[in-house]
């Protein structure tokens, strides 16, 4: 198997945007037109591929859905995040026309690639194909970026926003909801105090 | 018919009120229930609450997760319509780009403007805040003192509904008996940061906040409201009771289709044009106050952003309630001969002193509440309580390095799991995945406490807005440029703020992710992000140092009103919409006195 064993990080794509991730920058503005506007619709319930066109491959949506699986897997009270949409909403992400989105795309593309390729140089076939074992060899080397060496250090930096993005996704969807136990967003007649009980073990008045 | 297209104005009208947001909302709604026939001219487009408000969306039904983008800085579900640091056409210029010199503007284009999106945080000034130079020596005394303001204070809160307490703090003013709405209960954050910052000497208290807990007393009020008026009475004791009490769901930034909080286009607007005394016309971008012979402001001219023409309005009286900013750049835009610095300039302070709150943030985890089960706390929008500046004795003893206080303002709890929730764990999971990181997010979820200081800012020379000698907006008129400066005592008190979250973080037992800040510039946030800006034209008791009188009208134009932020001559801890209502009220019981008197 005649893989790629590394890709080109492309890193200078997001040194162009000093200001990511401050929503209080005005600059660079987004040309009218592009993204949702700054008059939408907010009424309408929106799908990705609705406000922009979506753009992975094939392939990098096998390789997303693989992922989002490792790092958020079906257990006894949720499922796994790929049968929720996460890779729909990770493409939604990646192909969005805002400087955040667009700083996060080359790292996300360049970690898809780079994590097919090692799967590929460490056991000769892509990500997906993986046994669960391998899966997380090959994750365990990445997941943290502070105790990753140098020569994972991108990798690592893919995985984080990676899972970030699963986590965003899987965590914004009623199933997500359910399984942190999140109870509000219902109209209610009154707003209780907390039950005495919890106060007594928390030692509060 | 209230809604009127700029084709079929009158040909005049008792006052033109250019700008629909709080203080906008305001003077229309006190002038139309006493008898004014009243144009108000809004440059954003027209905005159904019933229609646009997302109540019970989640961020799985937006685009991607309802995070912020440029276009919709706050989210996707923020009411904000057209709106932002950035608006589409409508520039602004910056000195400097650093964020130390920079002031970012915040706008709406929509009915109603920013309070369809705002926190609804509804705090009165105190005695101090308008008398601060005769206090410590700097920055400018206001015309008014609180008791001026007091019964105004009162009214506003009647009316809009403010839920809160009276504990008889120092600078911290009391309501009268029955303006305060009951507070919503304390949860377990609340509790736990209460207990804690207490033993730090922080007092924690009921936050005030524009939210009915329970539906207004539509029986009392409006005789307190309107004395004498039965049809006033009337009006506003059937509207009182079409507002619904408090869901308790759904974040007050996306606007309440219940009209359970306060914005104007549910509180104000409704009201007064079921008196039949107003008229709105939107999409009416205005850009100069006209001026007859006699130097009396005659109307207004304005562009009808549907059609791009220019068009005029007139009135015997106008008010100016477009925001600080863009009251500073209508006059300062209306140059004429007799004119030739800009409208109502002759002081040379219109524009100047504008100031923001100083804003620093530090959010903590606490273990204390991790795994807790199940809670609804979604409440009014969290906010039961908050910790009101508590050293004003050492303060002005000079032991703290800066002159004047913040207060805080928190978050926490089990809210609404979005985009945000189970990001950037790696600090406290050591980068889990797969069955581990699912537990953890469970973990912690709940467990963060947010910190926001938000705290006086004093007016200086460097801190101004001027016309931008080249820069123009889309409809051909010219832009602000703005200057802007931090002093020492801005920076040591985003600095303090740091250390005393640091503190009670320490003391509810949890930790912070990044250490605290001890670099005051570092920690503060650039100018206008707290979008609280004020002053520009500001109010004094001497025509040669100030704008507006201590009525908000102008020294130099008999029948102009300014209704903004921009007559604050100070920008005190306390979040300036109340006031900025409370001073609205007032400056409209002061026109129609002179109606009355034919003066105007």
């Not at chain 1, 192909?95 to 090692?118: F, H, M, N, V």
């Not at chain 1, 046994?131 to 060496?149: F, K, N, P």
């Not at chain 2, 850009?287 to 130097?295: A, S, T």
């Not at chain 2, 600090?427 to 069955?435: E, I, P, R």
């Amino acid at each position: 198997m005649n893989r790629r064993t590394s890709i080109k990080w492309v890193i200078a794509v997001s040194a162009a945007w000093p200001h990511f991730g401050q929503a209080q920058a005005p600059e660079p503005p987004i040309p009218v037109g592009q993204g949702y506007g700054t008059d939408p619709n907010l009424m309408k319930v929106y799908h990705p591929g609705d406000c922009w066109p979506l753009t992975l491959s094939g392939p990098q949506q096998r390789t997303t859905a693989a992922l989002a699986d490792v790092i958020l897997p079906a257990d006894a009270q949720s499922p796994a995040a790929s049968t929720i949409g996460v890779v729909a909403f990770i493409d939604e992400w990646v192909s969005a026309p805002y400087p955040r989105t667009q700083k996060d795309r080359p790292i996300i593309l360049g970690g898809l690639a780079w994590i097919d390729a090692e799967g590929g140089r460490r056991f000769g076939k892509e990500f997906a194909a993986l046994s669960a074992g391998q899966q997380a060899s090959l994750c365990d080397d990445i997941c943290d970026a502070a105790r990753t060496g140098a020569a994972f250090s991108e990798p690592a930096r893919f995985f984080a926003l990676f899972r970030d993005l699963t986590a965003a996704a899987f965590y914004c969807s009623p199933v997500g909801r359910s399984d942190l136990g999140y109870i509000g967003n219902v109209a209610r007649l009154t707003f209780e105090p907390p039950p005495a009980d919890l106060l007594k073990k928390l030692n509060l008045p | 018919m209230p809604f009127v297209v700029s084709q079929s104005l009158e040909s005049s009208y008792d006052v033109i009120v250019v700008g629909s947001g709080a203080g906008g909302g305001q003077a229309a709604y006190t002038l139309c229930m006493e008898g004014a026939k009243v144009l108000m001219l809004e440059a954003g487009r027209n905005y159904s609450v019933d229609a646009e408000t997302p109540m019970f969306q989640t961020p799985d039904q937006a685009p991607l997760g309802a995070a912020d983008t440029p276009q919709k800085p706050f989210g996707f579900y923020d009411a904000t319509v057209d709106g932002g640091w950035y608006v589409p056409g409508e520039p602004y210029v910056n000195q400097t780009q650093e964020d130390a010199g920079r002031f970012d503007w915040w706008r709406a284009r929509m009915l109603g403007g920013r309070t369809n999106h705002w926190g609804r945080i509804s705090l009165r000034n105190g005695p101090y805040d308008f008398k601060p130079r005769s206090r410590d020596g700097l920055g400018f005394d206001w015309p008014i003192d609180y008791a001026d303001l007091a019964p105004y204070y009162d009214k506003v809160e009647l009316l809009v509904g403010v839920y809160g307490s009276n504990e008889g703090l120092e600078n911290t003013p009391d309501s009268s008996p029955g303006c305060l709405l009951p507070p919503p209960p304390p949860q377990i954050y609340d509790l736990l940061m209460a207990q804690r910052a207490k033993r730090l000497g922080v007092p924690a208290i009921p936050a005030h906040r524009a939210v009915l807990t329970r539906q207004l007393d539509y029986r009392n009020s409006p005789a307190r409201l309107h004395p004498g008026n039965t049809n006033a009475q009337r009006l506003i004791a059937a509207d009182m009771r079409a507002r619904a009490a408090c869901l308790w769901a759904t974040p007050c930034n996306r606007g309440c289709s219940a009209r359970a909080n306060y914005q104007s286009t549910t509180v104000h607007l409704p009201p007064a044009l079921a008196s039949g005394n107003l008229s709105i016309t939107t999409d009416a971008m205005v850009y100069e106050v006209i001026i007859g012979r006699d130097g009396r402001a005659s109307g207004v001219s304005f562009v009808d952003r549907t059609t791009g023409k220019q068009r005029q309005a007139r009135a015997r009286v106008v008010v100016l309630a477009a925001s600080a900013c863009e009251t500073a750049r209508i006059l300062l835009n209306s140059k004429s001969a007799s004119f030739p610095q800009g409208l109502a300039n002759s002081s040379g302070k219109v524009g100047r002193y504008l100031m923001d709150t100083v804003g620093s943030t530090v959010t903590g985890q606490i273990p204390l509440l991790e795994s807790l089960p199940p809670l609804n706390e979604d409440g009014a929008d969290g906010h039961q309580l908050y910790v009101p500046w508590w050293l004003y004795g050492p303060q002005l003893q000079g032991k703290l390095g800066f002159a004047r206080g913040y207060h805080i303002e928190y978050h926490g709890g089990r809210r609404m799991p979005g985009h945000g929730t189970a990001t950037g764990l790696e600090w406290l999971t050591g980068g889990s995945y797969g069955a581990k990181f699912k537990r953890d997010v469970r973990r912690y979820y709940g467990s963060f406490v947010g910190f926001d200081g938000r705290g006086e800012m004093i007016p200086n020379e460097q801190s101004y807005c001027e016309i931008d000698p080249v820069t123009k907006d889309r409809f051909g008129i010219p832009v602000l440029r703005f200057h802007w400066q931090w002093s020492e005592h801005e920076t040591r008190q985003a600095a303090h703020m740091q250390r005393t979250f640091g503190d009670i973080i320490a003391a509810m037992g949890g930790h912070t992710k990044s250490p605290i800040q001890s670099d005051g510039a570092l920690a503060i946030s650039p100018g206008g992000s707290i979008i609280h800006e004020v002053g520009g034209t500001i109010m004094g008791a001497d025509p040669r140092s100030s704008v507006t009188n201590k009525d908000s009208r102008t020294w130099d134009v008999p029948n102009l009103y300014v209704a903004d932020g921009g007559v604050f001559a100070s920008n005190a801890d306390k979040n300036p919409t109340l006031t900025i209502m409370a001073l609205a009220w007032r400056l409209s019981d002061h026109i129609l006195q002179r109606m009355r008197h034919r003066e105007l």
